[in-house]
């Protein structure tokens, strides 16, 4: 079985579903907790988090 696709912070990328928004793939983001505002989303536009 594949591993799971995982963003720069070791996190598990979400697919979200929704019949009011196209589907999207989202990171919680360096705080590693989805639904605050370092999320990135594939819909809308990245924060900037400087790399470390």
Same mark, same amino acid.
């Given at each position: 079985? &594949?591993?799971?696709?995982?963003d720069r912070w070791g996190s598990e990328?979400?697919?979200v579903c929704s019949s009011d928004?196209?589907?999207e793939v989202v990171s919680p983001g360096p705080d &590693?907790?989805?639904g605050t505002d370092d999320d990135i989303s594939s819909v809308h536009q990245a924060p900037t988090t400087p790399r470390k």
């Open positions: 079985m &594949k591993s799971p696709e995982v990328l979400s697919i928004w196209p589907s &590693k907790t989805i």
